[in-house]
């Protein structure tokens, strides 16, 4: 493939960006602090969840003609960060930005960018290079997305999370890593993907897009937690207004394997407290939670985080929801 001279300078050159880890699984199989670039052409796209996979017919290092394949994010994930599924056909030539594998060549990598013949950048777990246009909402009332920068933070305050030993021990067994599991909130809150708010008189709805998995909550404004209330993996939640926020407080967590993220368990005493409020320009929300749960936290732990006004995307099909086969797809390249 003959790209423009400088093309290749110019993706070299942004390697030197870190990339955002997954929201799925373990990155532990890619050496994240380097970056090659592999030249070749579109071979097939699966775009599936909770994890697309792209591959690519290249040449290895001993001349002879080889198949690479690269990992995504998942769908919902892309199409927050504008990444066209279109634009990469087979037999497309294109230029691969990723980590390896960290068991060596031919293994499965991990795909930051792809660039394509006329200079084009198409976004995986790199970040959109594009200006996004953020139009002003009138309310919490709508459809809003963190973008990367935004999810870095919130897996940042995450790792941050004062826990004690008997959840590090747990976070250590990984239970739950390449699985299709969807996590309550805080993990929930701060993926990169669309979510909408529906405010009501009585009633709130949180609709969560998760790898294609949907997620309902519903908010009780101004009552009160029933005496029996039933445990349930999101909890029973209710809300009220503090002057232009919207405060939800959640309790009667069902325990939960993962239900403080990336393998980290929550119990039944977990409690948490979230903030909705719009930003000055209206363009952003911010987002706030705060989680108790003395049986995994040594004290409570909060997250902050903006999310994109993002009335242009929509919600993904009932049929793209997380495959297990797929979400289980990557144990296969794990190096021994």
């Known amino acids: 493939m003959q790209f423009k001279p400088g093309m290749m300078i110019l993706v070299a050159a ?3 960006f870190a990339a955002p880890v997954s929201a799925h699984h373990s990155q532990a199989m890619f050496d994240t602090s380097q970056e090659i670039l592999l030249e070749g052409t579109v071979e097939k796209f699966d775009w599936v969840n909770p994890h697309m996979y792209l591959t690519i017919r290249t040449t290895g290092p001993d001349g002879a003609p080889a198949l690479i394949e690269g990992e995504g994010l998942a769908i919902t994930q892309a199409l927050v960060d504008g990444l066209d599924r279109d634009a990469l056909p087979p037999g497309r030539p294109i230029v691969m930005r990723a980590n390896p594998n960290r068991g060596g060549w031919g293994k499965q990598v991990r795909i930051l960018d792809i660039t394509t013949e006329d200079g084009e950048i198409h976004p ?17 009332n709508g459809r809003w997305a963190p973008n990367r920068a935004a999810i870095g933070a919130g897996f940042g305050a995450l790792a941050r999370f004062p826990l004690n030993s008997a959840a590090r021990a747990a976070q250590a067994e990984m239970v739950d890593d ?8 805080p993990f ?4 990169d993907e669309m979510r909408s708010i529906t405010i009501g008189e009585d009633e709130t709805i949180l609709h969560f897009d998760n790898s294609g998995d949907h997620v309902i909550r519903t908010v009780h404004i101004n009552a ?4 029996d209330v039933e445990l349930s993996r999101h909890g029973h939640s209710i809300g009220w207004w503090e002057g232009d926020t919207l405060v939800v407080d959640t309790i009667a967590y069902a325990p939960n394997s993962s239900g403080l993220g990336g393998s980290v368990p929550s119990s039944a005493e977990k409690r948490t407290v979230e903030r909705f409020a719009l930003s000055e320009a209206r363009t952003r929300l911010r987002y706030s939670i705060t989680v108790e ?13 903006q999310w994109d006004h993002r009335p242009d995307i929509d919600f993904s099909p009932a049929n793209e929801a997380c495959d297990d086969d797929v979400a289980a797809r990557f144990r296969d390249h794990v190096p021994e």
């Open 293 to 305: 749960d003395p049986v995994y936290l040594t004290e409570p732990a909060t997250l902050s985080q």
């Open 178 to 185: 390449g699985l299709c599991f969807v996590e309550p909130v």
């Open 14 to 16: 942004a390697a030197q």
């Open 124 to 140: 995986f777990y790199k970040e959109s290079n594009r200006t996004l246009s953020l139009t002003p909402a009138e309310s919490l």
């Open 188 to 191: 929930l809150a701060i993926l």
């Open 224 to 227: 009160q937690h029933p005496a």
